[in-house]
């Protein structure tokens, strides 16, 4: 039947009408607008295909290994993170052990006014996190404070293996009076009793410590 669409889209271009395509064809003008309409609806198919083909699809994950901590509240904090097949995989290989098997954990840390190593935090504190979650809201820590949090999972030997690490936040200030709760570390740098101030407030916390994986 191809051929006979064919011929009816060319005698159209022509300007041929359905009965008068229908006399040339030998055929009646119920079939020769069937067949068009028929025509036209595949082509608006096609179309429909390319298109969808142009469009780029939205990747559900874009293996990459990071994890973003937002400052929610003097006492709250919102971390989110991605973590890549091939980090999970290597992860498996080395504790021999399946991914959905493995205890996952956050591990926040108090970092404030310090060049965080991963080991010399004031403080920390662990929480346990769920299979298949990748966010998490932080509660009861303390304003105007500096933290750092790792994504990991604890070994069988019950020890914290670190597999991302965040960007550095400082909660908000709860109160006026803790404005310039760091300007004695300022004043030491300026006077030149140190090499380098402890702390900046007006510093960016993040490039401070974007370096620190």
């Not at 559900?60 to 994890?67: A, H, L």
Request: aromatic residues 10%; contains cysteine; hydrophobic residues 35%.
């Amino acid at each position: 039947m191809k051929w006979l669409i064919e011929q009816i889209v060319a005698l159209r271009e022509q300007g041929y009408s359905f009965r008068k395509i229908a006399d040339e064809l030998n055929t009646t003008v119920g079939k020769v607008q069937y067949r068009y309409q028929k025509h036209l609806q595949q082509q608006e198919e096609d179309k429909e295909i390319e298109q969808m083909d142009i469009v780029p699809k939205i990747p559900s994950s874009y293996e990459r290994d990071e994890v973003t901590l937002l400052p929610q509240s003097p006492t709250t904090i919102f971390a989110f993170w991605e973590m890549s097949l091939t980090l999970r995989q290597m992860t498996e290989h080395q504790t021999r052990t399946p991914w959905h098997e493995l205890l996952k954990k956050i591990r926040v840390y108090d970092c404030t006014m310090i060049d965080f190593n991963g080991h010399n935090a004031h403080k920390f504190f662990d929480i346990s996190i769920p299979e298949m979650t990748n966010n998490w809201i932080v509660h009861n820590l303390e304003p105007n404070r500096t933290y750092i949090v790792d994504i990991g999972i604890e070994t069988k030997q019950r020890s914290f293996l670190t597999l991302l690490r965040s960007n550095a936040i400082d909660t908000p200030r709860s109160e006026e009076g803790m404005t310039g709760l760091h300007i004695e570390a300022v004043n030491q740098w300026k006077s030149g009793n140190l090499h380098e101030p402890d702390w900046l407030e007006h510093f960016s916390t993040y490039s401070y410590y974007e370096k620190v994986k």
